[in-house]
């Protein structure tokens, strides 16, 4: 019976090169019939890792600044009828709804960005106005860019309900994916087509794995979802009936 | 159907069985989400005890869901046999609950459980699980006998067997067979090797398909695989002549649950006949695969029952059993903790939700397994797994799912490790499937007295399955 890691000790892991087929936790090693140590405090940390993303609240203030430089004007912040933490996991209802609609400005604009927090503040902090800057970058300049919005305890459809009372053609969502053990802070940018309340996933086009290095990069989920875009306005509708080139339209259902 | 009932001096009305049943069930988010659920504990309380007055009978005459409309019900009250149901038909849903426990104490329990099964509607089942608690769950579903086979015999006492989920991000066939490899050294994988495909193209499941055909052929091992893509895409892979064991189909309790999973009865029907056509089990020849979960139906816009009023996700998951046992399925997994916190809260939701559907399938005659699993954003952990494995190893659940280090790194969930389920086995004494046994033991993993202690990789001749340096 092995007590000890693999690869522990003087002989190296005969587990490394089926390591690199997979990120798959294979080859633990035991301890008696249980998982050794380090497996289990590697598990643990991971899993730390992305509770906290779930629950660590979004640094609106620093998401403001770093919006400030885009040249998009003014944010405006809104909160969703979901109260607390606690309220937005068990009532994706709420989460859905913004707390208030008033005051949003509605000038016609062909684009609008809504930066929610979904399930990873984290994931928003790190990655949403680098995916934003390249967006606004790979945007045919013709159009007109409304204000962005940014909304916290918030769910995908949020944007349906912010677009439609924006007169906004097109919204792009950016929210914090669900956490997993590998990966706490991915990125989804999800875009839908006349923004109104109603609206399903199956109306959704999803960007979704932005996390670089890792996962997808921003230049190349700004291409995709500019492609996408021209594909939405010449088809008059988003959703399954939009194929997206690149292969990545695939809607991801935890999040809506 | 209407009921009153007083609890410390407040009196309660519940206007419908519907009613009745949402507020009778034991508090979770997803019927609170529903807007079934009871407003308060005392409400509970009540709704329990009016529940428990209910005649067994009534869940004949007054459908949970439209027979009209929804081919679920349709098969359920078609299919009752009223011959089985007469030895349990003076009972009310509490009188039941003692007569299952009774039933449960006696040496034959197995035997009279399976005989009155085909009276037993999944509403009755759902009723009664309400007012039983955990251990009245453990002590029934341990009662209960459902053996099923394909090229192993799944569900005879002292045993656990386990689903080996190799899946992988991008169905890279060497990562596949990385983690197969590890399953098996860590004796997994007796239930049925399933992959959860990256993507739902017939090409990569074929791939699968194969790959998996190739192991099982070229090491002798007693096990079936399954390529967990749509039944459509199965069928069609069938047709093609691609090795297909177990056909596959995630079901749910209502006809438009199943809409929304691209699936009705009549294609149940030709999957079925599709698999059982290829007489590839050499044990038995159960061929199908189901997986549900309470929720499913909420999630997907199709919870409406008599009178437009939500149904409780307990009942719709039980409704779905009833629906897979026309199948006489090899395998039913209710994948239980990875739907979200809207539906299960935290550990303790989806602790008691586990029991309930391993008590309700069972009870239906169904080969239950589970998947004991949770997602980031529920409040639950590792150890809320290790109580589920505990009480459901208990309870004698057919399988469970495992994965490799407890984190799927395709579905972003966690479910049991290899070791846990070696760990359970241990603590148990519960043992593989009989013809896989005696294969871990031909290999080393298992020794002569059938306990899985797992092989290190340089000891196998097994590495070569996944292209290992000898």
Avoid at chain 1, 10 to 22: E, K, Q, S, Y
Avoid at chain 1, 92 to 119: E, K, M, Q, T
Avoid at chain 1, 120 to 128: G, L, M, N, Q, R
Wanted: hydrophobic share 45%.
């Amino acid at each position: 019976m092995s007590t000890l890691a693999p690869g522990s000790g003087r002989n190296p892991d005969p587990w490394a090169p089926l390591r690199t087929t997979t990120q798959a936790r294979i080859g633990l090693g035991r301890a008696g019939m249980s998982l050794p140590t380090a497996a289990v405090l590697e598990l643990q940390a991971s899993l730390a890792v992305a509770r906290d993303a779930v629950h660590l609240p979004l640094d609106v203030d620093a998401l403001l600044s770093g919006l400030a430089g885009l040249g998009l004007g003014t944010p405006i912040v809104l909160t969703s009828q979901a109260g607390d933490r606690s309220t937005y996991l068990r009532r994706p209802d709420l989460g859905r709804l913004p707390a208030s609609l008033d005051g949003l400005p509605n000038d016609g604009w062909d684009v609008g960005f809504v930066i929610a927090d979904g399930l990873s503040s984290k994931a928003v902090a790190e990655h949403a106005v680098a995916t934003l800057r390249a967006l606004v970058a790979a945007l045919d300049p013709e159009l007109r860019v409304a204000p962005p919005v940014v909304i916290t305890q918030a769910r995908v459809a949020a944007g349906d309900q912010i677009g439609q009372a924006m007169g906004v053609g097109t919204v792009f969502v950016l929210i914090g994916e669900r956490p997993g053990l590998s990966v706490a802070d991915s990125l989804g940018v999800y875009l839908t087509h006349n923004p109104i309340p109603g609206r399903t996933d199956a109306e959704r086009n999803c960007i979704s794995n932005i996390h670089p290095p890792q996962g997808l990069g921003y230049a190349a989920a700004a291409a995709t979802a500019v492609n996408l875009l021209r594909g939405a306005q010449e088809l008059g509708r988003s959703g399954v009936d939009l194929k997206d080139t690149s292969g990545m339209g695939e809607i991801k259902d935890s999040l809506d | 159907m209407i009921a009153t009932q007083v609890v410390n001096g407040h009196s309660y009305q519940f206007n419908s069985l519907v009613e009745l049943l949402g507020k009778a069930s034991p508090k979770r988010s997803g019927d609170e989400l529903a807007g079934c659920a009871a407003s308060c504990e005392t409400e509970r309380a009540a709704a329990q005890a009016a529940l428990a007055e209910v005649d067994l009978t009534t869940f004949l005459n007054e459908a949970i869901v439209p027979y009209e409309s929804d081919e679920v019900t349709r098969l359920i009250l078609d299919s009752h046999s009223a011959d089985a149901f007469e030895p349990i038909s003076h009972l009310s849903v509490g009188g039941f609950r003692d007569w299952l426990l009774e039933i449960a104490a006696r040496p034959d329990a197995s035997t009279t459980l399976a005989a009155v099964a085909p009276g037993i509607t999944p509403e009755m089942a759902a009723a009664v699980s309400k007012i039983m608690r955990n251990s009245d769950l453990i002590a029934v579903g341990k009662a209960c006998r459902v053996v099923t086979a394909f090229r192993t015999t799944l569900g005879l006492s002292g045993r656990l067997a386990t689903r080996l989920q190799p899946n992988h991000p991008t169905d890279d066939l060497r990562g596949v067979a990385a983690s197969l490899l590890d399953g098996l050294l860590l004796g997994q994988g007796d239930a049925v090797v399933g992959i959860n495909p990256a993507g739902d193209s017939p090409q990569a499941s074929a791939d699968l398909l194969g790959l998996l055909d190739e192991v099982r052929q070229a090491y002798d091992i007693p096990m079936q695989s399954c390529v967990l893509s749509h039944l459509s895409t199965t069928i069609g892979l069938i047709e093609a002549g691609a090795p297909v064991d177990l056909v596959f189909q995630s079901i749910g309790g209502t006809q438009g649950t199943n809409t929304s999973f691209g699936v009705d009865l009549a294609m149940l029907r030709e999957g079925l006949a599709a698999g059982q056509s290829l007489g590839r089990g050499t044990v038995g020849n159960n061929v199908m695969y189901f997986e549900t979960g309470q929720g499913s139906s909420l999630s997907a816009g199709a919870n409406l029952g008599a009178g437009g009023r939500p149904v409780d996700q307990q009942t719709l998951e039980a409704r779905a059993y009833g629906l897979a046992r026309e199948f006489s399925p090899l395998l039913v997994n209710t994948v239980v903790g990875f739907i979200g916190p809207e539906y299960l809260y935290d550990g303790k939701q989806i602790i008691r939700a586990g029991l309930e559907d391993h008590f309700c399938g069972k009870l239906l005659g169904l080969p239950m397994g589970v998947d004991v699993c949770y997602t980031n954003h529920a409040e639950a952990d590792f150890d809320d797994l290790d109580t589920l494995l505990t009480v459901l190893a208990a309870a004698g659940v057919n399988f469970v799912i495992t994965v490799p280090g407890a984190d799927d790194v395709m579905l972003g969930y966690q479910s049991l490790s290899y070791h846990d389920a070696l760990v359970i086995r241990h603590a148990m004494g519960l043992k593989p499937a009989p013809e896989f046994e005696a294969w871990l033991k031909r290999q080393g993993i298992a020794d002569a007295y059938g306990t899985v202690r797992g092989l290190e990789l340089g000891a196998s001749r097994l590495r070569a399955l996944a292209g290992a340096a000898s």
